[in-house]
Structures are given as structure tokens and as C-alpha cells.
């Protein structure tokens, strides 16, 4: 029997008492084994609504259309459910967006993909789950199997120990530099030029994260440079034939490595991103490995350049790559560029996970990235 069968068993004839009781019990998902299948588990996400036309649960890189998000009312109950089956190593970020006539016609209008991106920047975050991130789209909740991967270290510690500045660059661009706790600010340190700095700024999971690599693992916790994206400029500076990468190699390096003491070995020089961010980081390495020799990338879009030829030019950098097997095209291309990778002189190490295009996995390996590279 599983949870549905049994709430609907709970719920008959509209029992208000053993209604008030389910719901004050129920933290979500709720996950099941699923018969006969050591693979795949049964995730069952709720909500509570008494008067939505429609509740739609947007799952990243799941649900791709209003049908496959719809969630199902049990008739007489304000319970909204909808069952999944999931890797049992499967994590993701997910939000929930009830919705009145009017608002479930306005979004069925939309192209499929527009329309779950609608829901999912305007959706909530499920109150009977404490587990929320940071993401590029705003906040969102997150699920996770019992198999999941292990990702510590950007909540290991409840507090940022290190110390956050915002800085103004001389061509206007937006930076936040964090100096990890015990910085003496004379001894060199590596450095971390993060893309898209803004959400890792505001989420603070970097900055945790190298604090708590530090004070539990050792590490010589290098410089957080966070970089903004510009909102509207994001694409144009992280496409392949944006100025970004030369920005950071002319302008925002020499910047830090005169406010901060910054280590003179290339290696130590590390360009993280996500998305067109990995993309970036993945051309700035390639094509200045002699300034930046290390490279954390993840989900880079590769549809855009494989960076096959790049890397094949190149001298030796030290790469950390991810990407997540609900990517479609884009995991198989970075399957290529890995493949590559195993016969140059390129030091790599690849991470392929169970999810989507999602912050869910990228703040945890993030800091495995960082970890990877520093600790040699």
C-alpha cells in the first residue's frame, strides 16, 4: 500500500479531524521503495490548497509541461498530490504554484517550456519541507533520495567565519570578494573567480563552504572573487563569443592581485561557472592556461562549442567538470569533451550525477571541485 492508498483510506467521507491530523504530521516528500526495484524509489510531493483551479509542482529537468506538473486533488480534501518514480541516488530542486481559472488559462497559452519556467519563478516553496537554496531563478525547494551523493560542506557551518566586501570595478562591474576566516591578509592564497557572483553571493554556500573545507579538512582556503552577471548582460558576456573571459584575465585578476596577496602559480587560479558560466570557465583555462590553470565547470553549454578544438590546442590545465544525466543533449556533449579529456595532457576529474540543470547538486560539488584542485 503506499501513502496515497492510505490517505485516501484516512480521508473518506471528508473526516475533518483525521484531515487536521494528516497535515500536521506530514513532512514532504514522502519517499517509498518501489516493488521490486533496488533503482528507482517512489517520491510523493503534497499541498494544501482548498480553492486552486490547478496546483503545479515544477521539478528541474522532470516536468516539462503543465501535464507532467499537474498535481491531483483527493475529492472532498484540500490535498493536492503527484507521485514520481526516481532514481534512488536522484536529487533535485523543486517549487509549487496553485493556481485560480484564469491564471491556469494564461500559463496553458504558453509554449511548454515557457510556461514551467513561468511556474517556476513564480512558484512557492513546500512549507512542510526545510530544505531550501539559492537558485538562478530565485528560491526553491529540495528533494533527495537516500542514495544521493553526500554534499556537506556549504551547510557544515551555521555562520559565514570569513569576512564579505562589495566591491565597484573601475568599468562598473559589480564584485564581492570574501577573505576566508584566518586570513592574514600577507600569506598567498589561492583564488576563486566565481560567475553569476550574485547568486553565490546571496546564498553564501561558496563562502561556507571553503570556511568549513578550512576548519575541517585542511584546506588553505583561497579568495572568493564573485563576479555579477549583469541581469541582461549574462548572455552576451558568458556566450562563447562574449568578453568575458578576457575580462577576467585583464581586468578583474589584476585587480584582486593588487588588493589581495594572490599565489603566483597558475594552478591556484581557478574559474568556476555553471551553464554558460562552465562554458566560460571551460574557454578562460583553454585560452589563458598560462594566467588561469584550473577550471571548476559545470553543465557547461556546450551546445554552443564543444571546446573539443580548445582543449586539443591547449597546454595542460586542471579541470573539475559536472553534469547531470537529465541534461539531454547537454550531458552527451560534455560526455565528449570528457572523453577527450582522458587521452591529452589535461588533468580532469568528472562527476556525472543523477539530476537536472539544477543548483541542488552544483552548490555541493562546487566546494568538491574546489576541494579536488586545491588539495594536491
Known amino acids: 500500500m503506499t501513502i496515497i492508498d492510505e490517505v485516501r483510506a484516512r480521508l473518506v467521507d471528508g ?122 531563478g530565485g528560491r526553491a525547494s529540495v528533494a533527495e533520495m537516500p542514495g544521493a551523493m553526500p554534499l556537506p560542506w556549504p551547510d557544515r557551518l551555521a555562520t559565514v567565519r570569513g569576512a564579505m566586501s562589495e566591491h565597484r570595478l573601475d568599468h562598473g562591474r559589480r564584485v564581492w570578494v570574501h577573505r576566508p576566516a584566518g586570513d592574514d591578509g600577507l600569506t598567498p592564497r589561492p583564488v576563486v573567480i566565481l560567475l553569476d557572483g550574485e547568486v553565490w553571493q546571496d546564498s553564501a554556500d561558496a563562502a561556507s563552504a571553503v570556511d568549513a573545507l578550512a576548519e575541517a579538512d585542511g584546506l588553505h582556503a583561497p579568495y572568493l572573487v ?66 588561469v590553470g584550473s577550471a571548476i565547470a559545470q553543465s557547461s553549454s556546450l551546445w554552443q562549442h564543444d571546446m573539443l578544438e580548445r582543449a586539443a590546442s591547449a597546454a595542460p590545465v586542471r579541470l573539475f567538470l559536472t553534469a547531470g544525466s537529465h541534461e539531454d543533449r547537454l550531458v552527451g556533449e560534455n560526455r565528449a569533451l570528457v572523453a577527450q579529456l582522458e587521452g591529452s595532457a589535461h588533468e580532469h576529474h568528472y562527476i556525472e550525477y543523477n539530476g537536472g540543470h539544477d543548483m541542488a547538486w552544483w552548490r555541493g560539488l562546487w566546494a568538491e571541485g574546489v576541494r579536488h584542485l586545491l588539495q594536491r
Open 15 to 136: 473526516d475533518a479531524a483525521a484531515l487536521e491530523a494528516f497535515w500536521g504530521g506530514l513532512r514532504t516528500p514522502v519517499i517509498e521503495p518501489v516493488d521490486g526495484s533496488t533503482d528507482e524509489m517512489r517520491a510523493t510531493f503534497f499541498w494544501r490548497d482548498a480553492t486552486a483551479e490547478a496546483v503545479v509542482i515544477t521539478i528541474n529537468r522532470i516536468t516539462e509541461s503543465l501535464d507532467e506538473g499537474r498535481m491531483e486533488r483527493i475529492p472532498g480534501t484540500d490535498v493536492w498530490f503527484r507521485s514520481f518514480l526516481l532514481g534512488a541516488d536522484w536529487r533535485g530542486s523543486y517549487t509549487v504554484l496553485p493556481l485560480d481559472a484564469q491564471g491556469l488559462s494564461d500559463i496553458g497559452e504558453r509554449e511548454p517550456r515557457w510556461a514551467m519556467r513561468i511556474v517556476r519563478e513564480q512558484g512557492r516553496l513546500d512549507p512542510r519541507n526545510p530544505v531550501a537554496i539559492r537558485t538562478h
Open 226 to 291: 564573485m563576479v555579477d552577471a549583469e541581469g541582461p548582460r549574462r548572455m552576451t558576456d558568458l556566450s562563447i563569443d562574449g568578453g568575458m573571459s578576457e575580462e577576467i584575465v585583464t581586468r578583474i585578476l589584476p585587480w584582486v592581485r593588487d588588493l589581495l596577496p594572490i599565489s603566483t602559480d597558475p594552478a591556484d587560479v581557478i574559474v568556476s561557472g555553471e551553464s554558460l558560466g562552465g562554458l566560460t570557465a571551460l574557454k578562460t583555462a583553454f585560452d589563458h592556461p598560462g594566467i
